[in-house]
């Protein structure tokens, strides 16, 4: 029901993955919407996908929820964490533990896949 | 999963009897000649559990003095989440400096009695043990400049022999890991 694939899309792929048993997915999609229409770019091509099984998790490679991918790349790689149904661990930019990712590495790898883009075209 | 349980408001808390991570059975009766006692399920995965941790921690310093008693349980199935197996506890014990016991509930018969959602879900008592507040430590796990203030202002009307302003919150966090 979250799904949204803009099939005409031309700017970067991105993907929001999530979990139900961890609540800070709803809190990411809100910052990447955000960011990503700063960017410049359509907030409705966000492509919002449910991770619902451990197989699921396995097959996408799904390290913990909430997960955001641009042009199929972990905005903060995982460090060797198994696949699995669970709440992911994110380092904020001034050290601290968050169940969200840091704004400005949202951002910053939003930048990057554009600029990608634009070299590429 | 949502629980139903026996314990409200005012009414006194269920039994807790449970190991620490020395091996050191723990029990709210242990601590008859405490003013209040905090009891707060937590864990080692979850990153709500974390960023709220120090929070608690400083929470608990600062009221030791007071006479305020503090408990952390770990509930959480170690099967699919080793991070939560004891000797991950042990572990963590070990290189922080924790002012309080971990607990560990390996049967998860205390999170079921006491209705425990989410990690971190705080539960304050006074000194006959009544439920007087529970839920989060305080508005935002994102935020350490809230420090805990649901909390403190729950055990500052306890200490002072009134009931809190806002007894119950929304727990916020992952939830319990069941066991199959």
């Known amino acids: ?38 960017a410049g770019l359509d907030p409705e091509a966000i492509e919002v996908r449910e991770v ?29 964490e198994p696949a699995g149904l669970t709440c992911r661990v994110y380092r904020l930019r001034d050290g601290r533990v968050s169940p969200t990712p840091d704004p400005d590495d949202v951002r910053d790898a939003l930048a990057g896949a554009v ?6 075209r | 999963m ?65 006479g305020v008693r503090f408990l952390a349980v770990n509930s959480n199935d170690a099967e699919r989440y080793p991070a939560d197996s004891l000797d991950a506890m042990r572990g963590r014990v070990a290189e922080e400096d924790w002012p309080f016991p971990y607990l560990h509930d390996s049967s998860q018969d205390a999170a079921r009695a006491w209705g425990a959602e989410t990690t971190p879900h705080v539960f304050a008592l006074d000194s006959e043990r009544r439920l007087r507040y529970e839920g989060a430590p305080d508005p935002d796990y994102g935020d350490p400049a809230h420090e805990a ?22 727990p916020v966090g992952c939830s319990i890991k069941w066991k199959p």
């Open chain 1, 115 to 120: 600029a990608e883009s634009a070299g590429t």
């Open chain 2, 149 to 170: 203030i649901w909390l403190r202002e729950a055990l500052d009307h306890i200490l002072a022999g009134e009931p809190p302003p806002r007894p119950r919150t929304e």
């Open chain 1, 52 to 80: 619902s099984s451990e197989g699921d998790a396995a097959r996408e490679g799904f390290v913990g929820s909430p997960t955001i991918r641009v042009n199929g790349c972990d905005i903060q790689p995982p460090a060797g």
């Open chain 2, 2 to 66: 949502s629980l139903a349980r026996d314990f409200a408001l005012g009414d006194q808390a269920p039994p807790l009897e449970l190991p620490d991570t020395e091996g050191r059975e723990q029990s709210l009766e242990g601590g008859d000649d405490a003013s209040a006692t905090v009891v707060v399920w937590t864990c080692n995965h979850c990153p709500y559990a974390l960023a709220w941790h120090d929070r608690l921690v400083d929470v608990a310093r600062d009221y030791a003095d007071r």
């Open chain 1, 1 to 38: 029901m979250f799904a949204a694939v803009n099939a005409s899309r031309t700017g970067p792929e991105i993907e929001l993955l999530w979990w139900s048993g961890c609540p800070s997915w709803r809190r990411t999609l809100a910052t990447l919407r955000e960011q990503v229409a700063a």
